[in-house]
């Protein structure tokens, strides 16, 4: 038996409602934006930074630890500054994040960087080895391409045998990384796990040519092969569209592009790439509300404008921090943490946005009309088919779905918080945006977004099946006490289908109601 629902959906903002006229932007003011990001950022970074330490102190840490991989992307903010003592303090850095670098070949973790210089030995009796909790597998990924813009963007700053320090760790990273082989030994570094897996590509196959290492240049663009195969079957990312990890591997595909020769297939294929990917986030975005509009694979909110994303600081240099996706004070949103990387984002701006097409440049500033957006993603081996998404696209309205059929709940990262299925946005008439996402709580689904509706049904449901959604809170003057769909600002809501009429409502709040919050 199929459970399925229809739910109607209407803004009820006025056709006439006005926007805020974004400034115009010529490209010519790009290298203005990545400025201000990068100085912005800086400004930012430095209160967290400890000269004695050599490490910048965590963002949240009850009891002042300090953290790896953002240490690093200031120490490339500081060689871009160039100010004062910067160039000596990012060499410490370097070198402090080199020397605790794990060194044991045997260690599944080998050539990984620590997640915090105060922790334990991974693996020892006392801190068992759990990956992504007490060592993350990715760091190799975003700590090695981090020193490969260095070594490449201020090779005339750094000392030759820092650089040849760097090197050996990287040479380290690299073949630690190879050890990392999707659903074996708790890992899932597939080649449709886009962010590290185009990360590992492009540091494999560039160190292989630095260190005269033709098995690791090979390995690297064997790898990069499947990553193309996956990508160009429909232009898209497998990890699709999050505000997140669509932002790393725009930073990932940069390095392909930028730093690749023309023998190398990443160096034939990063450009398009990255033009395919904007063409389509271009067509998902809708100006009005400043965001991309659903569905989400993996997402660390609901708002671009209340959580920090990577793909906001990237508009950013493209169309100035006022047009953005970005709260005036940036380390103020949710997952603000990510600010950290903006000093790697602001230094390949000026190549990156050569590549972002006019067209998409111009969806950024100003809606273009209704449209729908029709495309697929592909993630072996957790999808059967691939995913069919389709968003209908509206001046105060969005509705983004796709249907999938996997054999796991939560998406290729098993997550139920981040995986959005099926999302609707909506403008509310005091320029705030209203949204509603499916909780993903079923390995199949199968989806149809028309104007305004969205049809939903689980193709292995029975009686027992339930549509849940999340549903954003109302505006600051909006209704606090919400029962009913009628009570949810911006938006008329009705449903219909083989599911119960009766719904229940529950608030899951910072200091209780029903349940945690979800991010
Ligand atoms: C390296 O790791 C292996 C496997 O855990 C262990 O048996 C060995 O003692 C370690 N070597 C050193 C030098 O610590
Ligand atoms: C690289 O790993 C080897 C062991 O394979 C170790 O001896 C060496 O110190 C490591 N290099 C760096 C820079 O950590
Ligand atoms: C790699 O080979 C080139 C050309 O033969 C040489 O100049 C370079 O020093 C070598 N690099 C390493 C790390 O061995
Ligand atoms: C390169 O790979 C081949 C085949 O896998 C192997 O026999 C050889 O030892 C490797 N060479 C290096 C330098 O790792
Ligand atoms: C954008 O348009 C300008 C002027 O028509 C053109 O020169 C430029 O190549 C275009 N850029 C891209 C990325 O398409
Ligand atoms: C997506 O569409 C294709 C082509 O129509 C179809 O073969 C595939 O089964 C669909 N995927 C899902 C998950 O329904
Ligand atoms: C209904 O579906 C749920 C979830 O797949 C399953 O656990 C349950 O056994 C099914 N019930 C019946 C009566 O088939
Ligand atoms: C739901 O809304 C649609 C569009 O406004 C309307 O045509 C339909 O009759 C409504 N259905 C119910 C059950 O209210
Ligand atoms: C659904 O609504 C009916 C009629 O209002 C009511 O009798 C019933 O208790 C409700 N069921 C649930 C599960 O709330």
């Known amino acids: 038996m ?27 003011d790009m290298s203005m934006f990545a400025t201000g990001l990068l100085h912005e950022s800086m400004n930012w970074l430095d209160m967290y930074y400890d000269s004695e330490r050599g490490y910048l102190s965590s963002f949240d840490a ?18 871009a500054r160039n100010e004062a003592d910067d160039v000596e303090q990012a060499v410490r850095i370097v070198k402090n994040v080199i020397g605790a670098q794990f060194k044991n070949e045997s ?94 590509a492009v540091v494999s196959g560039w160190v292989g040519r630095r260190a005269n290492d033709s098995n690791m240049t090979t390995a690297g663009e064997t790898y990069a092969k499947e990553i193309i195969d996956l990508f160009t079957r429909d232009n898209t990312l497998s990890e699709f569209n999050s505000g997140t990890y669509a932002g790393v591997s725009l930073f990932a595909l940069t390095l392909w592009a930028k730093y690749m020769p023309e023998d190398s297939l990443m160096g034939q294929y990063g450009g398009q790439m990255i033009q395919s990917t904007w063409t389509l986030l271009g067509e998902l975005y809708n100006a009005n509300l400043k965001n991309v509009a659903g569905p989400w694979d993996r997402s660390y909110g609901f708002d ?4 920090l994303s990577i793909l906001a600081l990237q508009m950013w240099t493209l169309v100035g921090k006022e047009n953005a996706p970005v709260y005036e004070k940036p380390y103020a949103m949710g997952h603000k943490n990510d600010f950290s990387i903006s000093p790697l984002i602001a230094i390949l701006a000026p190549f990156h946005n050569t590549l972002v097409p006019n067209a998409t440049l111009s969806s950024l ?11 697929s993603a592909f993630s072996p081996p957790f999808d059967t088919y691939p995913r069919n998404i389709t968003a209908w696209i509206s ?16 998406g ?32 199949a689904l199968a989806v149809e977004v ?58 899951n709040g910072l200091r209780g109601g029903a349940g945690e919050t979800i991010k």
Do not use: C
Request: net charge negative.
């Open 2 to 28: 199929i459970a399925f629902s229809k739910l109607w959906i209407a803004s009820t903002l006025l056709a006439q409602h006005v926007f805020a006229i974004p400034n115009q932007v010529k490209r010519g």
């Open 412 to 443: 290729p990262g098993k997550n139920t918080n981040s995986f959005n299925p099926a999302v609707v946005q909506w403008a509310r008439k005091d320029g705030s945006v209203g949204w509603m996402t499916l909780y993903p709580q079923v390995m």
């Open 395 to 410: 001046p105060h309205l969005t509705i983004g779905a796709e249907s999938f059929s996997e054999n796991v709940i939560g």
């Open 450 to 507: 028309g104007e305004g509706t969205l049809d939903l049904a689980y193709p292995e449901g029975n009686a027992t099946s339930g549509f849940s959604f999340l549903v954003g809170t109302n505006s600051w003057d909006g209704k606090r006490d919400v029962r009913s769909w009628e009570d949810i600002e911006g938006v008329r809501v009705n449903v219909t289908g083989s599911v119960d009429a009766n719904y229940t409502v529950a608030f």
């Open 365 to 375: 500033l100003s809606f273009p009309g209704t449209h729908t957006v029709k495309t």
């Open 62 to 79: 009850a009891a002042l630890t300090h953290e790896t991989r953002a240490s690093v992307w200031y120490a490339a903010g500081l060689l």
């Open 107 to 200: 260690e599944q973790w080998y050539g990984d960087y620590q997640v915090y210089p105060e922790e334990p030995a991974v693996g020892s009796e006392q801190y068992q080895a759990v990956i992504y909790k007490s060592w993350d597998p990715n760091w190799r990924g975003f700590i090695g391409t981090t020193f490969v813009v260095m070594l490449e963007e201020f090779p005339h700053l750094i000392p030759q045998d820092v650089q040849d320090y760097m090197l050996k760790s990287l040479y380290n990273a690299t073949i630690g990384d190879s050890y990392r082989v999707g659903g074996m030994n708790d890992d899932n570094l597939y080649p449709a796990y886009s962010n590290p897996s185009i990360m590992r």
């Open 304 to 307: 671009m404008n209340r959580y």
